[in-house]
């Protein structure tokens, strides 16, 4: 295979692949054995472990998303944008993740699969909606150059939305909604360090996959574009 | 070591946590399997396309060995 296609991308992904699979597992016992049970919630607050980690991971990917895009504009390289769209996709998966994963606490916690009149995770939904049409709007233009660069327009101005909605969440007055990082926060010691680890470790799964799917559209890229050089196609 | 399963308040809350869990596992369980999938595609074009390119090589070869 290396003596027909030179495939020099995807260096990185057995460390990377190799990170994830012993951060997962390190994650999961420190969160099952060795972070304390909290008082209020009980085992319920296990979710706070995959949730939280999951909706910081996949705000940052759009953000990522968009820093992507800004430097396919400036510099027009297409592997920008294919970075970009690979890190909003990425992003939108592990966002269906967070809201389902919230659901599922929300329900637990407040006997409620969704409460409309919680700013938090009403903000979110309209971000998830947002990129959600992402894809189509992409695909729905048949030019590459012009879709990369309307799909890196449209990702520099959801990613700026990102910040300033995560902003203005905050800035609203109802908590129902648990607070985690900020001032008020004051988590145990063994509780934070579990945190960490999790989040740590999301990220590095965010981060395999998203070179998994890199490495792959560059492949299937390079196959048609060498069957288009023999003149298979 | 917290034991799992002793002095949990709560643990009628035992199945949203697991639930939680295996959904998110289940997620990236079937990316994966649609990557795989792809990959499976892939390997069969590169096949296809070895294929096609080595009798055109062999004519090459012998186009100038004739010549």
């Given at each position: 295979?290396?003596?027909?296609?030179?495939?020099?991308h995807?260096?990185?992904?057995?460390?990377?692949?190799?990170?994830?699979?012993?951060?997962?597992?390190?994650?999961?016992?420190?969160?099952?054995?060795?972070?304390?049970?909290?008082?209020?919630?009980?085992?319920?607050?296990?979710?706070?472990?995959?949730?939280?980690?999951?909706?910081?991971?996949?705000?940052?990917g759009f953000v990522i998303g968009g820093l992507l895009a800004i430097v396919h504009l400036r510099t027009r390289d297409r592997q920008w944008d294919l970075r970009s769209y690979v890190a909003i996709h990425m992003s939108?998966?592990?966002?269906?993740?967070?809201?389902?994963?919230?659901?599922?606490?929300?329900?637990?916690?407040?006997?409620?699969?969704?409460?409309?009149?919680?700013?938090?995770?009403?903000?979110?939904?309209?971000?998830?909606?947002?990129?959600?049409?992402y894809?189509?709007?992409r695909?729905?233009?048949?030019?590459p150059e012009r879709q990369a660069r309307y799909a890196s327009v449209f990702a520099i101005?959801?990613g700026?939305?990102?910040?300033?909605?995560?902003?203005?969440?905050?800035?609203?007055?109802?908590?129902?909604?648990?607070?985690?990082?900020?001032?008020?926060?004051?988590?145990?010691?063994?509780?934070?360090?579990?945190?960490?680890?999790?989040?740590?470790?999301?990220?590095?799964?965010?981060?395999?996959?998203c070179s998994?799917e890199l490495t792959?559209k560059r492949?299937?890229m390079?196959?048609?574009?060498?069957?288009?050089?023999?003149?298979?196609? | 070591?917290?034991?799992?399963?002793?002095?949990?308040?709560?643990?009628?809350?035992?199945?949203?946590?697991?639930?939680?869990?295996?959904?998110?596992?289940?997620?990236?369980?079937?990316?994966?399997?649609?990557?795989?999938?792809?990959?499976?595609?892939?390997?069969?074009?590169?096949?296809?396309?070895?294929?096609?390119?080595?009798?055109?090589?062999?004519?090459?070869?012998?186009?100038?060995?004739?010549?």
């Amino acid at each position: 295979m290396s003596r027909t296609l030179p495939l020099k991308h995807g260096r990185g992904l057995r460390p990377l692949s190799i990170a994830t699979l012993v951060a997962i597992p390190i994650a999961l016992v420190l969160v099952f054995f060795y972070a304390p049970i909290e008082a209020e919630e009980g085992f319920l607050q296990k979710i706070f472990y995959l949730h939280v980690p999951l909706a910081i991971v996949t705000l940052c990917g759009f953000v990522i998303g968009g820093l992507l895009a800004i430097v396919h504009l400036r510099t027009r390289d297409r592997q920008w944008d294919l970075r970009s769209y690979v890190a909003i996709h990425m992003s939108l998966i592990f966002g269906v993740g967070t809201l389902i994963t919230g659901s599922i606490w929300a329900r637990g916690s407040w006997g409620h699969w969704w409460v409309w009149s919680e700013p938090t995770l009403v903000s979110f939904l309209i971000v998830i909606l947002l990129y959600a049409t992402y894809q189509p709007l992409r695909f729905a233009i048949e030019d590459p150059e012009r879709q990369a660069r309307y799909a890196s327009v449209f990702a520099i101005v959801a990613g700026a939305f990102v910040p300033m909605n995560f902003l203005a969440v905050r800035l609203s007055t109802a908590y129902l909604h648990p607070r985690v990082l900020g001032s008020s926060s004051n988590l145990p010691p063994k509780m934070a360090f579990t945190f960490l680890v999790s989040l740590v470790a999301i990220s590095l799964l965010f981060a395999t996959l998203c070179s998994y799917e890199l490495t792959a559209k560059r492949t299937r890229m390079l196959l048609k574009a060498r069957s288009r050089t023999l003149g298979f196609r | 070591m917290t034991p799992l399963a002793t002095s949990i308040p709560g643990s009628s809350n035992n199945g949203y946590v697991a639930a939680a869990y295996i959904v998110f596992f289940a997620i990236v369980l079937v990316y994966v399997a649609i990557m795989a999938l792809r990959l499976t595609r892939v390997e069969r074009d590169l096949r296809a396309l070895n294929e096609r390119a080595e009798p055109s090589r062999h004519d090459e070869t012998r186009e100038r060995e004739t010549a």
